[in-house]
């Protein structure tokens, strides 16, 4: 099940474990929530969310962002804030951030296999 990212504050919906707290079972895919239902972190509506970017994990130098879940990929880059495809992780620039939920490179760990 696909998993969603709330594009205001970085709060990842994963469906495995759902929002009990808010009356939401695990195993909940997100399209089933009400329409009604609230970010849990910062009580925006639910068309505020987007799915989370999935990439092919069995290509190397994959890093994924401990805050939210993203992996930054080099074959695909970050075209939308200027990285093109190639990019390896060491080389973006220092200033450069997760681009769903904005954390910085320190908060990135290389994907294992």
Same mark, same amino acid.
């Given at each position: ?21 808010? !009356?939401?079972?695990? %195993?909940? &895919? ?9 970010? &849990? ?27 939210? %879940? ?6 695909? %880059? ?7 495809? %190639? ?5 973006? &620039? ?5 681009? &769903?939920? !904005? ?11």
């Amino acid at each position: 099940m696909k998993k969603y990212i709330c594009e205001v504050c970085g709060y990842v919906y994963d469906p495995k474990l759902g929002d009990p707290e808010h !009356g939401i079972a695990p %195993g909940t &895919p997100f399209e089933e929530i009400p329409e009604e239902w609230l970010c &849990p972190a910062c009580a925006v509506n639910k068309d505020q969310f987007s799915a989370v970017k999935e990439h092919d994990t069995a290509d190397k130098g994959l890093y994924v962002c401990e805050v939210c %879940g993203y992996v930054y990929d080099p074959a695909v %880059g970050d075209p939308e804030h200027g990285i093109e495809k %190639g990019v390896e992780f060491a080389d973006l &620039p220092e200033d450069w951030t997760c681009p &769903p939920c !904005g954390a910085t490179k320190d908060h990135f760990s290389k994907m294992k296999f």
